[in-house]
């Protein structure tokens, strides 16, 4: 099984900007999670290629999802970042099959080992 590898997570000032990547060979189907202290693993945003991203209303038009074919990395642009979205960011690969484009984060197989964003002033 592929190892995914988050970067780009940081500390950064409320209204900054922040862009996360994983690295990856696999599928159109991915994902980012996120989980803060105390608090369930949520979705954040959906890489679909075919059936279109998806992204949770809490980032929507702030968060944008995108994957370098040629590069291998998944991103995740993050701007007009907030103190709510501090949590750490998790991408994800591999659904079951039938489940590309899911929301639900157990039905990946494939996760990384997460990367620390801080949004405080």
């Known amino acids: 099984q592929e190892q995914l590898m988050e970067s780009g997570g940081g500390s950064v000032q409320p209204g900054g900007s922040l862009r996360l990547s994983c690295a990856t060979s696999?599928?159109?189907?991915m994902g980012w999670f996120r989980q803060a202290p105390g608090k369930e693993r949520e979705w954040v945003a959906i890489?679909?290629?075919?059936?279109?991203?998806r992204y949770a209303d809490s980032v929507k038009g702030r968060f944008t999802v995108s994957k370098d074919d040629a590069k291998g990395t998944l991103y995740l642009e993050m701007n007009q970042l907030k103190p709510e979205d501090t949590a750490m960011y998790y991408c994800?690969?591999?659904?079951?099959?039938?489940?590309?484009?899911?929301?639900?984060?157990?039905?990946?197989?494939?996760w990384g080992q997460g990367t620390q964003v801080t949004v405080s002033s």
């Open positions: 994800a690969a591999d659904p079951l099959r039938g489940y590309c484009g899911t929301i639900t984060g157990a039905l990946y197989n494939n």
């Open positions: 696999s599928s159109r189907c």
């Open positions: 890489f679909d290629s075919a059936s279109g991203h």
